[in-house]
């Protein structure tokens, strides 16, 4: 039994004859009894009883008229649920995003994606980049924003965005009262504040500083930029964060920026996706709005 024999056997039987079935299916009326016989001869019983005034479905032509109807119902939806999804009214993106780029750059595009998509369902989950990479390999993932590089073989990474780190101290702390800007050597004398091993934060600092043949050993880790910020206001130490995530603290005078003379931290931020997997079209639209929709004063598109 093939899927042409089931929907010419499924015209026949609504029409209620072979010859108005196949003009319902604009098939001649010898080639729907050459292929209705074939059906009857593949399951071997008779589904019609040719009469003078027409057919008539047997018992086995009733059974098998039904899985038919549901069969060419079950394509119709099939048909209709794909090109909803095509549409983009269907369907659904989950995204894994650094902690950084979930707090304080997504939630713009997502809400100017849900406006323009709100059929489209969202799951989004923050993670740090070592988590993130896994899950985009295990298939849990479409896309992955990280604050840092994957090394990965198996996925595809671009930069999205260009971000500036800095470093912040408590207001009052005597390097911001200094007339000219601190080294490098000076902030690490500092008690330092560092984010949580597989931070994408973290590796782009401990990097900065080996390459000026320094490193730290921080009075702490912390697992959230919002930690790290109350840490540094209450006088625990300093810390290099995103400036991004510190505008309303300068603004309150809550935390103040040191500058410094001898180093400047910029760092990419990474869209990743598994290699070799076909985009979905929700993907493909939200990676237009990340590259469009209106981001923070200190974010740079790439």
């Known amino acids: 039994m093939n899927r042409n024999h089931l929907a010419l056997f499924h015209a026949v039987a609504k029409a209620g004859s072979i010859s108005r079935g196949a003009v319902a299916i604009r098939v001649s009326q010898p080639a729907v009894s050459k292929q209705i016989g074939e059906l009857e001869n593949a399951l071997g019983v008779r589904l019609l009883d040719r009469l003078p005034r027409g057919c ?13 109807h549901r069969w060419c119902s079950l394509e119709q939806d099939a048909k209709r649920a794909i090109e909803e999804y095509r549409g983009l009214k269907r369907g659904r993106l989950t995204v894994g995003a650094s902690l950084t780029i979930g707090g304080y750059l997504l939630p713009g595009a997502l809400a100017e994606f849900h406006r323009r998509y709100p059929d489209i369902e969202l799951k989004i989950e923050i993670a740090n980049t070592e988590s993130i990479r896994r899950s985009l390999l295990d298939g849990v993932f479409e896309l992955g924003l990280t604050e840092g590089p994957i090394e990965s073989g198996e996925l595809d990474s671009a930069v999205f965005f260009q971000d500036e780190l800095v470093v912040i101290a408590p207001v009052g702390h005597a390097l911001l009262k200094k007339k000219t800007a601190a080294t490098v050597r000076e902030i690490c004398r500092e008690p330092f504040l560092l984010r949580e091993e597989g931070s994408g934060t973290r590796a782009v600092v401990e990097q900065a500083l080996r390459r000026k ?4 050993k921080p009075l702490m880790s912390l697992a959230s930029p919002e930690a790290i910020k109350n840490a540094v206001a ?11 995530i510190i505008e309303q603290e300068l603004r309150a005078g809550s935390l103040g920026v040191i500058p410094l003379k001898d180093l400047t931290i910029r760092r990419p931020l990474y869209r990743q996706c598994l290699c070799n997997r076909t985009p979905s079209p929700a993907l493909l639209k939200f990676s237009e709005v990340l590259r469009t929709v209106k981001l923070p004063a200190n974010a740079k598109v790439t």
Do not use: F, K, P, Q
């Not at 008539?56 to 038919?68: H, K, N, P, Q």
């Not at 209450?234 to 991004?244: D, F, M, T, W």
């Open 56 to 68: 008539e479905l047997t018992e086995a032509g009733r059974i098998l008229a039904d899985y038919a």
């Open 234 to 244: 209450a006088g625990l130490g300093i810390a290099v964060v995103s400036r991004l």
């Open 213 to 216: 043949g320094l490193t730290v």
